[in-house]
């Protein structure tokens, strides 16, 4: 693992630029209804809610509805270094408050409360605080001895919505605090060098206010919501002097329709960064207009993307958001689809990926100018699902990430280990098949497998170090007894070849899940992760925990 680990990192010095592609995102065919909390949300962060117009995927006529707990987590990539443990909850009505509380080995914690509270029959408060993280050994990305690695993130949410007769108007606000430490570089690359471990901590806020008209009460519809959002570090990382942002986020659509079938509308996204000295102030607009038109048979959007921005690396991107789907047989779904868009490259964005990221220049606005795809969706029975799809992206300034480990002289002589971030124009073509099944409570599965061919204009092959070439994934869920269910989640993803080797570990994760209901208020589970006890370094440059297991309650009241 040593070896492979500092192949990657030589190669960060003869990169340039570097880009990278997301997974192809995907959902299973819908066929199921999920009756669940209605107000349980895992993030309530203002900042993570878009407001624009949804953009409905393709699918077939409704048959037989079967209603099931269970859900399809098929994310590319876990945000955080632990992903909290979120039970399946059944009920016919949703209560208002939701706590939840589960511990595990290696200080694994996961700590939840939510309360909305409907002051009037036009007024509501939303609370929200939560903790989850993680203290304990994790093997080092130079194989050397363990790293005692510690992350733990705070938030707490607060939002007031009031409803006028003909629009609603929200007011609110959140907080989060983020502490973690860097992993100590290796003794074997500068064995003169001390292995102290590095501490880190993020501040996240923001504050918004948001008008929205009420469905049916104004012949238009919109929202529009603006705000203040802010990112601070307390010690500033290596290749990035610049500690703070500071953005102004406005975002909000207007549709119309022209009659039941048809409509027009506008999106708009703006964002204005704010840096210190160390980094270029910009301002990034997106513009989205779009006409649709539905009927039993075709589903047809056609838009296009308009991204200007003025500042750091200014300029106009265009991109089409153009989908046509065609239904036949009653349970058969055919569409094509050519999409783009812009995504702005922010701290947050960037602590989404990784909190251990480190930039060696101002990241660049990625854009999107073709996601071209084709699928076919189909039910031929109730619950049943298939799905076959492919396509081809081109993306620019994308993200590729890095494992590296660089070394760097402070007043105590310490050093950490980053995931580097560069940039680069990307191509990937992709393709895949899903099927999936659900038969009310009782079973619940998916099994999906896709296909990456990747190409970047580096030169250098490290670029694709932690890119799959291809990905399998199984989850299913099954009702043992009454209120009894148990679950498995298993993904397998291959890396690509580099000098016609694999020079990183490929993503084999399995883990087993259960869940108890008492008192159709009350649900105990435990989660047995990582059951193969593997070691492996995700997408985002850092390893995982080996096996870990937690358990709790949540209540809901």
């Known amino acids: 693992m040593t070896r492979k680990v500092i192949i990657i990192c030589a190669g960060i010095c003869a990169a340039t630029t570097l880009a990278a592609q997301e997974q192809a995102?995907?959902?299973?065919?819908?066929?199921?209804?999920?009756?669940?909390?209605?107000?349980?949300?895992?993030?309530?962060?203002?900042?993570?809610?878009?407001?624009?117009?949804?953009?409905?995927?393709?699918a077939v006529a409704k048959q037989e509805i079967n209603y099931a707990a269970g859900i399809h987590p098929f994310a590319a990539w876990e945000v955080n270094p632990m992903k909290p443990f979120n039970p399946e909850m059944r009920q016919e009505n949703a209560h208002r408050g939701y706590a939840r509380i589960?511990?595990?080995?290696?200080?694994?914690?996961?700590?939840?409360?939510?309360?909305?509270?409907?002051?009037?029959?036009?007024?509501?408060?939303?609370?929200?605080?939560?903790?989850?993280?993680?203290?304990?050994?994790?093997?080092?990305?130079?194989?050397?001895?363990?790293?005692?690695?510690?992350?733990y993130r705070t938030d707490a949410a607060l939002d007031y919505t009031h409803d006028f007769r003909k629009?609603?108007?929200?007011?609110?606000?959140?907080?989060?605090?983020?502490?973690?430490?860097?992993?100590?570089?290796?003794?074997?690359?500068?064995?003169?060098?001390?292995?102290?471990?590095?501490?880190?901590?993020?501040?996240?806020?923001?504050?918004?206010?948001r008008v929205a008209s009420q469905k049916g009460q104004l012949p238009v519809e919109f929202a529009l919501q603006s705000g203040f959002r802010s990112f601070n570090r307390k010690y500033d990382i290596y290749g990035l002097a610049s500690g703070a942002e500071k953005i102004i986020h406005t975002s909000g659509f207007i549709a119309g329709n022209i009659n039941e079938e048809q409509q027009v509308g506008v999106g708009l996204v703006m964002d204005n960064l704010m840096y210190d000295a160390a980094l270029k102030n910009y301002t990034l607009v997106q513009l989205n207009p779009y006409y649709t038109i539905k009927n039993d048979d075709v589903s047809l959007r056609l838009g296009a993307h308009v991204d200007v921005?003025?500042?750091?690396?200014?300029?106009?991107?265009?991109?089409?958001?153009?989908k046509l789907a065609y239904t036949f047989a009653d349970s058969y779904v055919i569409y094509v689809q050519a999409l783009g868009g812009s995504r702005l490259n922010d701290f947050r964005t960037l602590n989404d990926m990784s909190p251990y990221w480190a930039q060696l220049s101002q990241l660049r606005t990625s854009s999107t100018p073709l996601d071209a795809g084709i699928g076919l969706k189909a039910s031929p029975v109730s619950g049943l699902g298939f799905h076959l799809y492919g396509g081809y992206r081109i993306t620019k300034n994308e993200l590729f990430s890095l494992p590296g480990?660089?070394?760097?002289?402070?007043?105590?002589?310490?050093?950490?280990?980053?995931?580097?971030?560069?940039?680069?124009?990307?191509?990937?073509?992709?393709?895949?098949?899903?099927?999936?099944?659900?038969?009310?409570?009782?079973?619940?599965?998916?099994?999906?497998?896709?296909?990456?061919?990747?190409?970047?204009?580096?030169?250098?092959?490290?670029?694709?170090?932690?890119?799959?070439?291809?990905?399998?994934?199984?989850?299913?869920?099954?009702?043992?007894?009454?209120?009894?269910?148990?679950?498995?989640?298993?993904r397998y993803e291959g890396?690509?070849?580099?000098?016609?080797?694999?020079?990183?570990?490929?993503?084999?994760?399995?883990?087993?899940?259960?869940?108890?209901?008492?008192?159709?208020?009350?649900?105990?589970?435990?989660?047995?992760?990582?059951?193969?006890?593997?070691?492996?370094?995700?997408?985002?440059?850092?390893?995982?925990?080996?096996?870990?297991?937690?358990?709790?309650?949540?209540?809901?009241?």
């Open 25 to 58: 995102k995907d959902s299973t065919l819908n066929r199921t209804v999920v009756v669940e909390n209605q107000y349980n949300p895992e993030v309530m962060d203002a900042f993570k809610v878009n407001i624009l117009p949804k953009v409905e995927e393709p």
């Open 102 to 151: 589960s511990y595990g080995n290696r200080n694994n914690t996961d700590v939840k409360g939510s309360y909305l509270w409907d002051i009037t029959k036009r007024d509501r408060l939303g609370v929200m605080a939560s903790l989850y993280g993680m203290y304990g050994d994790i093997s080092n990305l130079t194989g050397t001895q363990d790293w005692k690695s510690r992350f």
């Open 167 to 209: 629009v609603s108007l929200k007011i609110g606000g959140d907080f989060a605090s983020q502490v973690f430490n860097y992993m100590p570089a290796s003794t074997d690359l500068n064995p003169d060098a001390p292995t102290t471990t590095g501490r880190q901590h993020y501040t996240l806020g923001e504050g918004y206010v």
């Open 309 to 322: 921005q003025a500042g750091h690396d200014g300029g106009v991107n265009f991109a089409p958001d153009v």
């Open 405 to 490: 480990i660089e070394s760097f002289a402070l007043a105590d002589a310490t050093h950490y280990t980053y995931n580097f971030l560069l940039q680069d124009k990307a191509k990937v073509g992709y393709g895949g098949a899903s099927i999936s099944y659900a038969y009310k409570d009782w079973i619940d599965f998916t099994l999906q497998g896709t296909y990456y061919g990747w190409d970047t204009n580096s030169d250098n092959e490290l670029l694709l170090a932690l890119k799959p070439e291809f990905a399998v994934g199984f989850y299913a869920r099954s009702r043992i007894m009454k209120d009894l269910h148990i679950a498995l989640d298993y």
């Open 495 to 557: 890396r690509q070849d580099i000098a016609g080797q694999s020079i990183t570990d490929p993503i084999n994760s399995l883990s087993v899940s259960a869940e108890y209901e008492l008192l159709n208020r009350i649900t105990v589970f435990a989660r047995l992760n990582n059951l193969l006890n593997k070691n492996y370094i995700t997408e985002t440059g850092y390893p995982v925990q080996g096996f870990n297991i937690m358990a709790g309650i949540s209540v809901r009241f």
